[in-house]
């Protein structure tokens, strides 16, 4: 689930749209792909192929999650605990949050090692989990939000199926389904209703310990695996809307650290004279490799591009990747 794996290398690129298409259908077994421009307040498109398909997005998810946590810091909806006075507060960007060990995860990222009760602030946890990809910050920031919540929001935001990823998984229940549940277990598990699916949520405890005993017994993963039952899903449209809903927030009193947040890392090394703002959010597995990008030209107009690539059989190559998306910016870069 970490998109830290973008090759930093220089190839040629696609010149044109057509030839994009012709380089991104090679990538994968099923793809998708948006290339859009914001225009009041809808995704208005320029480039697609197959955007309404809906596949597997990885961490592309934690975008949902930020947003929800942007609502519950302007709509001050959640007290805590203040460690500096007696009593409580609203949960804030500054608010501080302890390291709990019932919400560490799996890598990737470091906070899975920090000691239990180290405290952090939430806006750290949320660069941690936008620009890292960490999977304890992720599912820190779940549990204090509230899954249902962050499940109400991808719907609000414009997700235009979210039962498909009803109950969210937080990503170390994500883990215990995909290698520690057999398969008849899993089917089991499909099976149920919502509330049933959540009440095993709600006890299951397995994790790092046991994916290490997992891996050990079995050896380390080295193909795709169960992508099309255990992962969060999205088509580019969903993306898109995402992205615009949490620009539009971050125009709104004390929200600017969304769009900073966003800004870490860009993957891309993309050209910060024509673009003077870019924001990043991917996700990958084995098999599943996703990106999004929220993008300002320097004449001020925003675009997106969304991408999701799934292999079922096959991991996916990294090296292929790089230039083909590249490409698209450099085109969107002359779109008039």
Known sequence: MSCSV??????????????????????????SFLASEIIEQDCTTIHAIDAEQSLAVGSSFKLYILAELAHQIATQN???????????????????????????????GA??????NTQFTVRYYAEQMIQRSDNTATDHLLYLLGRENIEQRMQLTG?????????LLATREFVALKFLYSDAELADYLGKSTANKRLVLDHEQRGYQEL??????????SAPLRINTIEWFANRFDMCHVLMSLYNTAKTKNMRPVTEIMSLDDKLDIDREEWIYVGFKGGSEFGVLAGNWLLQRKDGRMFVISFALNNEHAA?????????????VELLSQTP
């Open 212 to 221: 290490e005993h997992y891996f050990a017994q079995n050896g380390e993963q």
């Open 111 to 116: 906070l899975l090692f920090v000691p239990d």
């Open 6 to 31: 973008f090759p930093r290398q220089i190839y040629d690129s696609p010149k044109s749209w057509q030839a994009f298409d012709q380089k991104f259908m090679t990538l994968a077994e099923k793809s």
């Open 159 to 167: 997700h235009h199926n979210p039962a498909l990823n009803i109950p």
């Open 78 to 108: 959640i007290l805590v605990e203040n460690a500096s006075s007696d009593g409580e507060t609203y949960l804030s960007w500054d608010t501080l949050l302890a390291i709990q060990p019932a919400y560490k995860s799996i890598p990737g």
């Open 316 to 328: 996916i190559d990294m090296q292929s990747v790089l230039p083909v998306f590249k490409s698209a």
